[in-house]
């Protein structure tokens, strides 16, 4: 079963960052997409911010 939202700690494994960046990196995509604080970011709003492939990143979420 896959999923389809992002969570702080998939951005800390994509990137090697810390989590508190994946929070932050979650924040700016809700501001951008005028998201409230309640709704998720998807795999893919994820992708077209940072620029990268969904295949990229698929077997890295677990």
């Known amino acids: 079963m896959k999923r389809i ?3 702080p ?3 800390q494994i994509i990137t090697g960052k810390s989590e508190r960046y994946g929070r932050n990196v ?3 995509i809700k501001k951008q ?3 409230e604080k309640h709704q ?3 795999i ?3 992708c077209n911010y ?3 492939e969904i295949k990229q ?3 890295l979420i677990k």
């Open 5 to 7: 939202c992002m969570y």
């Open 9 to 11: 700690k998939d951005v």
């Open 26 to 28: 979650i924040s700016d």
């Open 33 to 35: 997409l005028n998201k």
């Open 40 to 42: 998720l970011i998807t």
């Open 44 to 46: 893919d709003e994820f």
């Open 50 to 52: 940072m620029g990268l």
């Open 57 to 59: 990143v698929e077997p």
